[in-house]
């Protein structure tokens, strides 16, 4: 089991629902950020959150949303989604968001879009 | 050319064998390494975490990092099947954000 607990750990919606992705970490953690994994691919970054504030957004879709309501919860929002946004989305938190600490993943979530 | 390159394998070998995974990079910027496992449908877990030039050993693993040919290796020792996995290299620079390899499967038999 990993120390970073990501929810639900698969998730079938259609183009049209609204869905969030969850994701919790106790480890007094100060950085937090979302990936997106696509089969046999190393993970893409997508958000980064550092002291609960967005420092780091890679281009991603508005279809896309963060939200880091407190140090320990992170949360992705999800609507009118494409069925090539399917795939796995980590997430990931480090002490802090320099480089020299690492980045602790979760499990993710198995996204299948309809 | 990628920033970070890595034989994507898949690799295969006997239960016992010494394993060598490798990448190579080109950014001088990158400062800090790590090597993480990655099971079927499951999170990329860390295994190795490196930010000096030299070796680095825990348990079966080692590390090594030659920052002046910019090459980067993980050794695992008396391989087990539990070995079997897809193991990324991923670096930074002082900031967090990870450049990742392409990932090597490895496969390890009975």
């Known amino acids: 089991d990993t120390e970073v607990t990501q929810t639900p750990k698969h998730l079938v919606m259609g183009m049209t629902n609204k869905k969030s992705l969850k994701c919790e970490q106790h480890m007094g953690h100060r950085a937090m950020y979302w990936y997106k994994q696509k089969a046999k691919k190393p993970p893409e970054l997508m958000f980064v959150?550092?002291?609960?504030?967005?420092?780091i957004n890679e281009s991603v879709p508005s279809r896309f949303s963060p939200e880091c309501p407190n140090s320990s919860l992170l949360n992705l929002h999800l609507h009118a989604l494409q069925p090539e946004d399917s795939a796995l989305y980590l997430c990931a938190s480090s002490q802090s968001p320099r480089g020299e600490q690492p980045q602790h993943f979760g499990d993710g979530t198995r996204l299948s879009i309809l | 050319q990628k920033e970070v390159e890595q034989d994507p394998g898949p690799l295969s070998v006997p239960e016992g064998a010494i394993v060598s995974l490798n990448c190579t990079y080109s950014n001088s910027a990158f400062q800090y390494f790590m090597w993480y496992r990655q099971y079927s449908r499951k999170g990329p877990e860390l295994l190795m975490y490196?930010?000096?030039?030299g070796n680095k050993e825990d348990g079966r693993f080692t590390a090594q990092v030659d920052k002046s040919s910019k090459y980067i290796s993980l050794f695992i020792r008396d391989s087990q099947p539990s070995d079997s996995a897809t193991y990324l290299c991923a670096m930074c620079g002082t900031a967090s954000k990870l450049t990742f390899g392409t990932g090597t499967r490895l496969q390890v038999t009975l």
């Open positions: 959150y550092s002291y609960e504030k967005l420092s």
């Open positions: 490196t930010y000096s030039s």
